[in-house]
């Protein structure tokens, strides 16, 4: 029979959970814990894997003032921290997919980070070296769409028109040749076929209701 934890949030000064993060085998055997024995009263934000098939995994302080980006080996549970996020104030970590690194091929990877104030992407080498700024400005980065196959534009959603319009952009990886995509005004909801040719759109505002209509990448209908 099913049963239920239920484990109340820590009030100011009680302990946080013991957390464990762990490795299975689908094929079964033994787990494998990674080592966070060098953190104490620590949060684990987030986990993915890299496209190489090492452990990626966020651990943020009680007070989120900093993040380390770690990378941990599947088979033998060490680590070793690429970079780590830090503010005055708060370091924010989102419950969506944007919060997971952007993989390319070469093994480096783009980054979500609120660091200028603002929320940008930031292309890594795979051993943590920062390459350099890609987006930049007074707005912000809501969401990414991903690459297009030969890895030359970056898709994402974005405030740079409006702070609620939710345009379609894509700039190209070395921050150059920033287009907005969906060139009519109000709040877009965009989802890219996996070549970046064509995207389907829905599009509303205060006078009209949501409209879906199919585009090809590059027009200025949308």
């Known amino acids: 029979r099913p049963w239920v934890m239920r484990w109340p949030y820590p009030k100011a000064g009680d302990p946080n959970p013991n957390v464990a993060l762990v490795v299975a085998s689908t094929s079964g055997g033994a787990l494998q814990r990674i080592d966070t024995t060098k953190y104490a009263d620590f949060l684990i934000v987030n986990v993915a894997w890299s496209r190489d098939g090492a452990v990626v995994f966020h651990v943020q302080n009680r007070q989120q003032t900093w993040l380390d980006f770690n990378r941990a080996d599947a088979s033998t549970g060490t680590f070793r921290t690429l970079f780590r996020e830090t503010t005055p104030a708060w370091v924010e970590r989102w419950a969506d997919s944007s919060a997971d690194p952007l993989w390319l091929n070469d093994g480096s990877f783009l980054w979500l980070s609120e660091r200028s104030g603002w929320r940008h992407f930031y ?3 795979a051993d943590g070296r920062l390459i350099g700024q890609v987006t930049r400005g007074e707005w912000e980065v809501r969401t990414h769409q991903g690459l297009d196959p030969a890895e030359t534009w ?22 150059t040749g920033l287009e907005r995509l969906s060139a009519i005004d109000g709040k877009h909801e965009s989802f890219l076929d996996p070549s970046r040719t064509l995207f389907l759109d829905s599009r509303s505002d205060i006078n009209t209701p949501p409209q879906v209509r199919l585009h090809r990448v590059g027009t200025r209908d949308a």
């Open 154 to 175: 970056i898709y994402f959603s974005s405030t740079t028109a409006s702070p609620f319009g939710l345009d379609l952009y894509r700039v190209r990886l070395d921050g």
């Open 123 to 125: 292309h890594y080498a």
